[in-house]
């Protein structure tokens, strides 16, 4: 009898050993699996945030550079015509032409920087996710948070950068589709005379 007591003893005791590490690796698993979760949340915020800037960029990334070229081209040209032969209304436009021209010397490349910038961003992310989706990040949660916390404060300074250079871009855009085919021609009638 004592014989099946203790045995019944060691077997309930190994049982419940067995049943709450069987449990505990669950809940551990559970816990892991809320973590990933919640990581697997947090990257697809900064997909959001990346989306949201990059719809931002409307231009092509080089439109500024090449206006920029042309505007120089045609502000050089214009630099060595005599002034009599140029009417009031085209000296205005050549006028704010130049000082288009000063906008875009100094946001072409802020545009172009903003739209690699955002593209760099993109590959972090996806680094950040695939580590996410591996699980590397399920035990070392702290290290997401610092990943994760670096790509949001970029993706922050891209969005702020972007914002501020596509609204100087679109305040303009108007007066230069107005103004630069008005200074084309104008150079054209100049170096045809």
Not at 40 to 68: A, C, N, P
Request: with cysteine.
């Amino acid at each position: 009898m004592r014989y099946k007591k203790r045995h019944f003893t060691l077997i309930f005791t190994l049982s419940t050993a067995l049943f709450s590490v069987f449990f505990l690796a669950c809940n551990n698993q559970n816990t892991i699996d809320e973590k990933r979760q919640i990581s697997v949340q947090k990257v697809d915020s900064l997909w959001l945030g990346l989306h949201e800037t990059k719809v931002l960029f409307s231009y092509k990334m080089d439109e500024f550079i090449e206006r920029k070229s042309q505007m120089q081209k045609n502000l050089t040209q214009l630099k060595f015509v005599d002034g009599q032969k140029i009417n009031d209304e085209n000296l205005s436009n050549v006028q704010q032409y130049n000082a288009m021209f000063r906008i875009y010397r100094g946001i072409g490349q802020q545009y172009k920087d903003a739209v690699l910038g955002a593209e760099a961003i993109f590959y972090e992310i996806k680094g950040l996710e695939t580590e996410v989706k591996k699980g590397n990040y399920d035990k070392e949660i702290t290290n997401f948070v610092k990943e994760y916390q670096s790509i949001k404060n970029q993706l922050i300074e891209n969005h702020k950068m972007a914002l501020d250079v596509t609204n100087q871009l679109k305040a303009i855009e108007p007066a230069y589709q107005r103004i630069s085919p008005l200074v084309d021609e104008l150079v054209e009638s100049v170096q045809g005379n």
